[in-house]
Structures are given as structure tokens and as C-alpha cells.
């Protein structure tokens, strides 16, 4: 008896779970429509022109940091940071997920905005945004804000005249300190080279120590400036001042078209200078160096989100290429998805 009462409940165990099955089975199916082989040849060939176009002709890109303000905003967060449109054909096309190009079809232009791949393999954010500055070939200097190329000042288009101001030096202000003692309450760990018996750097570690409770589980990059004020309003000055020091110390040496030695001036056959327009607040250029050809994934063309911060950088949306791709191709696809339903309504 309890071996029959055994066999009905495995029974009714294998019919729900089929049950189940087939009710995934269907839900799936109504996205991806029958299993067959000729649906699976048409979704692997919608996988592959996708991942051409975004590989090979145009993507999109968050901006990682604050380094190109006001010009571009850096924020994760959907609502607030820009997302950028970059024009991937127009170097050349690479290979997926490498820094290998196939072919070369030209290069960037002076003041572009480009996407690349950090030089640093062990760089904090491995897809970077810059403009470019350099060209190959050229001996670059940074003179009182000015960029000198081969001996001569290069003033930027006029409607970068009162952005673009380039500095020897990067420093943190009182938003930037705020905000890294915030990454370091996070980890809440010892610094390399501070005394921890020296009392500002006990004063700096107390802060981080009572800190850590309110941000161990909060996602830093998401926070606004808002946040990091209220977080950090009563902060023990002394901590900040401590932080910027250490900072000062730790900070990667500039040398890239601010020293005069041939390496650190004149840029090799196939590289690019390549600078924030944050200038002050911006790990760049001056301080990895050179960036090669085979790592600019493209040029960004325009900023399509936030909706209020749209820009077109490069003129496309007045050229009739451009109005097809910004409205001919939507309502292209808009337009075959309505005649398909019609065909499909009228076999019915």
C-alpha cells in the first residue's frame, strides 16, 4: 500500500513538473516562436548582425567618470549620466571583444571626442572617453592652459573656447575629497605609507571607521552629489586635508606633453594624445601616455540620453544620411512590423 501511495505521488510530482515545463516551453516560444531549425538559423542571424553592428559599425557608452565635464556628465545611473552614440565604422572595423583591427581607414581628427580601450590593462575603468588633442607625429606641450604643437599654440573651435583650459597639475576639491573618503570608508583599510600612530592619520581613520556602517553596501558611483554632502557634513576637516595630501602622493606622475624630454613630447606614428575636458579632475593622457590607433573603438557622434542633454556633435542630424538613420529606420522597422501583423491577421 505505501509503495502504490509512493509511485501515485512521484506520479503527480512528474506530471506538474511536465506541466511546468510545457507552460515555460509556451511562454518562451510566444518571444522566440517555434523550435524549429529554420527559427534558429533567423535568431543566430539576428545575433550575428547585431553583434556586427555594435562590434564593427555603431554602439552606444556610458561615461565612466566626471573627466569630461561640462561637456559630457559621467554618472551610471540611467536618468543622470550621458549616454553616447559612437561611429565604430569610421577608423576601420575590429574584431569583437579584441584591440585587433582588420583594416585602417583613417584616423581622428583634432578636438574629436573618442571611445577607446585604457593603455593601463589594470585600469579602474577599462573603456575610456577623451578628446583628442595630439596627432601622430606631433611635439605636444601643455603652456598656461594653452596646448602648444610644435612650437605653436592651437586655439580649439570657438565653441570650445570657454571649456577647454588644460593644466599641469590635477588637484581634488572639496566635493572630489569627499566623495574618496567615501571609497576608502568603504574598504575601510589601512593606507600604505601613513604613520597610523601620527594623530591626523588616527583622526583620518576614525572618520573612515565611522563611516563604514552608512556605506558598506551602497553603491558609491550611483550617489549625487547631494548624497555625498549629506554623508559627509560632519566630516572632521583635518581627514580631507590629510586625504589630499596622501592623494597628492599616490596620484600618477604627469609627464605626457608637460615635460620637454622627446619621449614625454612628441607622439609616435599611429598614437594619440588624448585629454578630459575636466581638466584639473581627470586622469589622463598626461599621465598614461600615448594611446595607439588599434585602440580607439570610434568617434562619438552624439549624446542621445539624457533627453534634455541630446547633442550632436559631428552635424549628422542635418545631413540626409543622418535623418534616415535617426527617423527612416525606426519607422522602417515600425512600418514592416505593422505589415507583418496585418499578413498575419488577414491568413486568420
Given at each position: ?163 577647454l583650459a588644460y593644466t599641469d597639475e590635477v588637484t581634488l576639491d572639496a566635493l572630489e575629497q569627499k566623495k574618496q573618503l567615501l571609497f576608502l ?164
Amino acid at each position: 500500500m505505501a509503495e502504490q501511495e509512493d509511485a501515485c505521488k512521484s506520479g503527480a510530482n512528474t506530471s506538474r513538473a511536465s506541466s511546468l515545463l510545457r507552460c515555460l516551453k509556451s511562454l518562451v516560444e510566444a518571444v522566440t516562436g517555434p523550435w524549429t531549425w529554420r527559427n534558429l538559423g533567423g535568431w543566430l542571424g539576428i545575433i550575428a548582425a547585431i553583434l556586427f553592428i555594435k562590434g564593427c559599425v555603431v554602439d552606444q557608452y556610458t561615461i565612466p567618470s566626471g573627466s569630461m565635464e561640462p561637456t559630457l556628465t559621467g554618472d551610471p545611473r540611467f536618468f543622470r549620466g550621458d549616454r553616447v552614440l559612437v561611429n565604430k565604422w569610421l577608423f576601420g572595423p575590429r574584431i569583437p571583444f579584441t584591440t585587433a583591427r582588420l583594416w585602417k581607414w583613417g584616423g581622428p581628427r583634432r578636438w574629436d571626442i573618442v571611445v577607446f580601450r585604457a593603455v593601463d590593462p589594470n585600469a579602474e575603468h577599462p573603456i575610456l572617453i577623451k578628446r583628442v588633442v595630439g596627432l601622430p607625429g606631433e611635439q605636444v606641450r601643455i603652456n598656461e592652459g594653452k596646448i602648444v604643437i610644435n612650437g605653436e599654440v592651437v586655439a580649439p573651435p570657438e565653441p570650445l573656447e570657454d571649456v577647454l583650459a588644460y593644466t599641469d597639475e590635477v588637484t581634488l576639491d572639496a566635493l572630489e575629497q569627499k566623495k574618496q573618503l567615501l571609497f576608502l570608508a568603504k574598504k575601510n583599510q589601512p593606507l600604505p605609507s601613513l604613520n597610523p600612530q601620527h594623530p591626523q592619520v588616527k583622526t583620518l581613520y576614525a572618520e573612515m571607521q565611522r563611516l563604514h556602517d552608512a556605506v558598506r553596501d551602497v553603491t558609491l558611483d550611483e550617489l549625487n552629489d547631494e548624497d555625498v554632502e549629506a554623508l559627509c557634513n560632519d566630516v572632521n576637516p583635518v581627514a580631507l586635508q590629510l586625504l589630499d595630501g596622501f592623494f597628492s602622493l599616490v596620484r600618477p606622475q604627469m609627464r605626457y606633453g608637460v615635460s620637454d624630454a622627446p619621449e614625454f613630447s612628441v607622439i609616435p606614428e599611429d598614437h594619440y594624445f588624448l585629454l578630459g575636458d575636466n581638466s584639473a579632475h581627470s586622469l589622463d593622457g598626461r599621465m598614461y601616455g600615448w594611446v595607439p590607433h588599434n585602440h580607439l573603438y570610434g568617434r562619438a557622434f552624439a549624446v542621445w540620453w539624457p533627453w534634455s542633454r541630446r547633442q550632436d556633435f559631428t552635424g549628422f542630424s542635418q545631413t540626409w544620411w543622418g535623418r534616415t538613420l535617426l527617423y527612416g529606420l525606426p519607422l522602417s522597422f515600425v512600418g514592416l512590423e505593422f505589415f507583418l501583423a496585418l499578413r498575419r491577421k488577414s491568413r486568420v
